[in-house]
């Protein structure tokens, strides 16, 4: 993270950023979106990078009784502060845990897992009325394709049974947003599936040519003589199958170690 790049406001760290750690809420018309999302540790090294995870999270609902438009891209770009690391860790593929379950999905690829979370469906089938379903998102560090990252998040429902995979492709740009995660519904889940809540947790340690590794890494670079930063952590992007678009920013806290 870059010093043109921080906000230092002592009274925020003062106050422990609590009133940072709220959910972003946008609104456009009868939509209502919200992106939430943490980095933890809070406290870390000034210069060096540290193991650490990331969350980010999302809800999408509709007021006064509209109907939910289908979410059907997501983009995630976090702060350049942040670090993507996978040398050394096996990759998994789409054809390993689709079709599967979560049981079967671990078995294949457990040494590929790099995150977990939720997602929560409204599920819409043609001569019923829509149903909410819950289902668990497991990430797995996915091969390289057209020289891209990939993040695997197979969804996977038991009851009923169901499952499909969100396929992130992460690219690295200039900027203050230098990694980016972004996915779109696949075309089996379009006819079906309309999500209404998503969490993913980044968090692996592993170990490489006999040194400890991490998937996520960050450091806390506030300038010298300085306690902590107020940053920018990440910034979302929603498209709708209505044309829709949502953009929401999140501003987090850090704290120095060292």
């Not at 979106?33 to 809800?59: C, E, H, I, W, Y």
């Not at 977990?116 to 091969?143: C, E, R, Y």
């Not at 998040?153 to 230098?178: M, N, R, S």
Request: aromatic letters at 6%.
């Amino acid at each position: 993270m870059k010093p043109v790049a921080l906000l230092i406001v002592a009274s925020a760290l003062a106050l422990g950023g609590g009133a940072l750690a709220q959910a972003e809420i946008h609104q456009e018309g009868n939509l209502l979106v919200t992106f939430n999302g943490a980095l933890s540790p809070k406290k870390l090294p000034r210069t060096t990078l540290a193991p650490v995870a990331v969350r980010v999270a999302g809800d999408v609902k509709t007021v006064k009784g509209a109907p939910l438009p289908q979410l059907r891209t997501i983009t995630v770009a976090i702060n350049s502060a942040g670090r993507l690391y996978d040398k050394g860790l096996p990759t998994c593929r789409v054809a390993a845990i689709q079709p599967a379950t979560e049981a079967e999905a671990q078995a294949v690829c457990s040494r590929s897992i790099v995150g977990a979370g939720h997602v929560t469906l409204q599920v819409h089938i043609s001569g019923q009325a829509p149903f909410p379903v819950k289902a668990k998102l497991l990430a797995f560090n996915g091969p390289r394709e057209n020289g891209h990252k990939l993040i695997l998040a197979q969804v996977y429902a038991e009851d009923p049974p169901g499952a499909f995979v969100l396929t992130f492709t992460v690219k690295h740009t200039d900027g203050l947003f230098g990694t980016v995660l972004s996915t779109t519904l696949p075309k089996s889940a379009q006819e079906w599936a309309y999500l209404t809540h998503f969490d993913m947790t980044l968090d692996r340690q592993y170990r490489y040519r006999g040194k400890g590794r991490s998937y996520v890494s960050a450091a806390c670079a506030a300038p010298a003589g300085f306690p902590g930063a107020v940053f920018p952590l990440a910034r979302a992007s929603y498209g709708f199958n209505t044309g829709q678009k949502a953009k929401i920013s999140l501003i987090r806290s850090c704290k120095v170690s060292n």
